[in-house]
């Protein structure tokens, strides 16, 4: 009896648009790109990804509804301020062991969710679990996104209403994608254990469930903490 053939099944345009626009956004991290500064062309960067301009322009757009780029007309793309035009802190962390850093961050996400539960509208907390819910979709998948995580934390952050945490987090958060990126070579499947929890973390907030959030934001945190030990920054 012969063996019947196992067909390949088509790649989802919207899957691949999404890794072209990770793709883009760990240029952006990597290569620490502040507010203001301009992309490559569509046509260098289509070049360096080996793929078409559409979709580039595709992945762009997915970059841009998450407000981490802008479009100028005729003159290209820039990476956006994702903390708003009168931001002027500058802040560097020096001779810190990962254990002092997990313990900072732990704190202000900690903070930043106590926040989004008594100052998130409920449309800013329905976006969240939108985000979620779209992050658990492509989990279903096997796909991990850095820019559906990205879309997520901040949008978690920016709903807390606390520029400073806004802007702490972030850059930590920053900081440990890019060492991870240098040294394991931009392994993102490392993450989707993390995607259930923001979902759980993104439900919880919605009903005040204190206990429930601050549980799923620690479990988010201490896994990806653990995922390499030992370094100072």
């Known amino acids: ?25 760990s240029y952006i991290k990597v290569n620490d790109l502040q507010p203001g500064d301009k992309l490559p062309s569509e046509r260098d960067m289509a070049a360096m990804l080996q793929t078409s301009r559409n979709s580039v322009r595709e992945a762009l757009r997915i970059l841009e509804d998450r407000g981490l780029i802008y479009v100028k007309t005729g003159s290209g793309v820039f990476i956006s301020n994702p903390y708003g035009e009168r931001s002027a ?85 920053d900081d440990r994608f890019v060492r991870r990126e240098d040294t394991e070579g931009g392994n993102d499947s490392v993450w989707l254990p993390t995607v259930p929890n923001h979902l759980t973390l993104a439900e919880a907030i919605n009903a005040s469930d204190t206990a429930a959030a601050l549980e799923a934001i620690d479990i988010i945190d201490n896994y990806g903490f653990s995922l390499k030990s030992g370094e100072r920054v």
Do not use: W
């Open 1 to 25: 009896m012969e063996k019947k053939k196992v067909m390949l099944k088509p790649v989802e345009k919207e899957s691949l648009y999404l890794k072209i626009s990770d793709s883009i956004y």
């Open 89 to 173: 802190l500058t802040l560097r962390l020096s001779d810190c062991t990962l254990e002092e850093l997990q313990e900072l961050q732990l704190t202000l996400d900690r903070q930043a969710v106590l926040n989004a539960i008594s100052r998130g509208t409920d449309e800013l907390k329905e976006q969240l679990i939108s985000i979620a819910r779209e992050m658990a979709a492509k989990y279903n998948e096997g796909i991990y996104s850095h820019t559906l995580d990205h879309s997520f934390h901040t949008s978690l952050y920016k709903m807390g209403g606390n520029n400073a945490i806004l802007q702490l987090i972030i850059r930590i958060r």
